[in-house]
C-alpha cells in the first residue's frame, strides 16, 4: 500500500513538473480573479460625477493591469537576461528566433494577470457602467422625462442615487451598460485565443527543430538552469566559507555542510568576468565542445530519418 501511494505522489509530481508553466500562469489568474472580486467588494466606489465617472471607471480597468503587467515584466528572469545580453555583447549573438522565444516567453507570463483583470472587469461590468453612464443618449429612453442637468442625472444612475422620476430607467441603463461590457469581454477573449494560437502555430512553422527536437531542448534548458542554480549556491556557499575561515582561522558548519563542501575541493576559487559575461542564459547558440546545441540537434534529426545512428 505504501509502495502505491509512492508511486501515486511520484506521478503526480511529474505531471505537475511536466505542467509548470501551465500551472503557474493558472495560478496567476485565479489569484488576479480574487484579488479583481475583492477589489469590487471592498474598494471600488463610483464617484457618480460627470467627468469623474470616466476616468475613475477606465482607470479602475487599465491602472491595475498595466500595474500587473510591469510587474510580471519585472519579476521575470528573462528580462534580465535580455538586459544583461544587450549590456555586454549589444545583443550581436541574439538571433531572431531567440528573440522571439524570449520576447515570447517574458510577455506571455506577464499579460495573464492584466488580461484577467481586464477581462473579469469586463465581465462584471461594474466599472464599465460607471465610465460610461453619463454617456447615454437619453433619447433612445423611452419617454424619458426631460431635464436641464442630463449628465448629472446620467452619471447618479451607477449608485442608485437618483431622482424618484428617473428611478425605473436605472436598470434598463444598467442592463445595456453591462451588455456593451460584456460583449466587449468576449470579445477580448476570443481574440487573445485566437492570437495565441497564430503564434503558437507560427512558433513551430518558423522553428529548425522537429516536436521531439523542441521537448528535448526545452528540457536540456531547464535541467541545465537547475544544475547550475544548484552548483552557483554551493559554489557560494564554499567561497564564502573559504573567506570566513582566513578571517576567523575556523568556520562553523553543519556536518552536512562539511561533507558537501568537502567534495568541493579543486574547484575555481574565482571565476573570471569573462566567463561570467559568457553566461547570460539568452541566446539558444551555444557552443559546447566547438559544436552549437542547434547543429548538434539538426544532425539527430538527419540522423534518425536516414537511420544510420
Known sequence: MAALISENFKFVAIFFKS??????????????????????????????????????????????????????????????????????????????????????????????????????????????????????????????????????????????DVPAPFMNYSRVIQRQLKYESQLLGWLLVGIISLAVFLLLCLKHCCSTLGYQQEAYWSQYRSSEQTLFQRTADVHAKYLAAECVKSFFGFVALEDQEKQLLADCKGIKSVIPRKEWNRVTGVYMYRETNDTPIYSRLNKWDMCTKENNC
Open 19 to 160: 505542467k509548470d508553466v501551465m500551472i503557474f500562469n493558472g495560478l496567476i489568474g485565479l489569484g488576479t480573479v480574487a484579488s479583481q472580486t475583492v477589489y469590487n467588494i471592498f474598494a471600488f466606489h463610483c464617484p457618480c460625477s460627470p467627468k469623474k465617472n470616466y476616468l475613475y471607471g477606465l482607470a479602475a480597468i487599465g491602472v491595475p493591469a498595466l500595474a500587473f503587467f510591469i510587474i510580471g515584466v519585472m519579476l521575470n528572469q528573462n528580462t534580465w537576461d535580455v538586459v544583461s545580453e544587450c549590456r555586454t555583447r549589444k545583443c550581436r549573438k541574439l538571433s531572431v528566433s531567440a528573440a522571439f522565444a524570449l520576447l515570447g516567453s517574458i510577455l506571455g507570463r506577464a499579460v495573464v494577470a492584466p488580461i484577467t483583470w481586464s477581462v473579469i472587469s469586463l465581465l462584471r461590468g461594474e466599472a464599465y457602467v460607471c465610465a460610461f453612464s453619463e454617456f447615454i443618449d437619453p433619447s433612445s429612453l423611452d419617454h424619458f422625462p426631460p431635464t436641464t442637468k442630463t449628465p448629472e442625472i446620467m452619471a447618479l444612475f451607477p449608485c442608485k
